[in-house]
């Protein structure tokens, strides 16, 4: 019975959860591997449900393809971090929400070599051809290197490349300890707003159900 009473704004939940998180035939190369696409579906979500989201609003008249097909343009498929200006304007009042989340997720690029796309891509492209993963160089001065050009086409590494906070960072590298500290609070900053915007979703899908029963 619940599953007839389910409102549309669930629709876009739906729609994220075609595209397997971390699959790597992005057309914006680069999409983080942990939760790149299922970690957006709550927010998604609750954008949907949210009153005075106009954007959606207008998209109800629109083919659910076509919903799909201006989201890959705007956000990548599967989505990859930054998002763009145009990505956070599509989801209307929960842009700033995920603007926030984009902004976490550099800062774990910024603090965690491992997470690092450009790190991820010196490991993984032949191009590098194995080599360790070195701090970001100066442009220009490398490139005709086949490893920096292969840099330059991923699209989260671009972005951290260009990235004035992160190219201070590395001037400025912190002791081991210390990077790790960084590294570990970034993480749960990421996880403690994920799960805050997961409980907020699940209230207003309740909410939604209930509401609709009138009174």
Not at 8 to 34: E, W, Y
Not at 46 to 67: D, N
Not at 79 to 89: E, F, H, Q
Not at 177 to 192: G, M, P, R
């Amino acid at each position: 019975m619940l599953a007839r009473t389910i409102p549309p704004c669930i629709l876009p939940l739906r729609l994220i959860r075609r595209n397997p998180a971390g699959t790597p035939t992005s057309t914006r190369s680069g999409a983080p591997r942990n939760g790149g696409v299922f970690a957006l579906a709550p927010l998604l979500l609750l954008y949907a449900c949210t009153p005075g989201s106009s954007p959606l609003v207008k998209l109800h008249g629109v083919p659910v393809g076509g919903f799909e097909q201006q989201l890959d343009e705007a956000c990548g498929k599967p989505i990859a971090y930054p998002l763009g200006a145009k990505c956070v304007g599509l989801m209307g009042s929960a842009g700033p929400m995920l603007q926030h989340r984009s902004d976490l997720v550099m800062r774990i690029w910024r603090s965690c070599p491992d997470d690092n796309p450009c790190y991820r891509v010196t490991r993984e492209d032949p191009a590098c051809g194995g080599q360790a993963p070195l701090a970001v160089s100066d442009r220009g001065a490398g490139a005709v290197d086949p490893c920096q050009r292969a840099q330059e086409a991923n699209y989260s590494c671009a972005a951290l490349r260009n990235d004035l906070v992160y190219l201070e960072s590395i001037r400025q590298a912190s002791p081991p300890q210390a990077a790790e500290a960084d590294c570990a609070e970034d993480k749960k900053s990421l996880v403690e707003y994920d799960k805050k915007i997961e409980e907020m979703s699940v209230r207003i899908q309740w909410y939604r159900i209930f509401a609709e029963k009138g009174y």
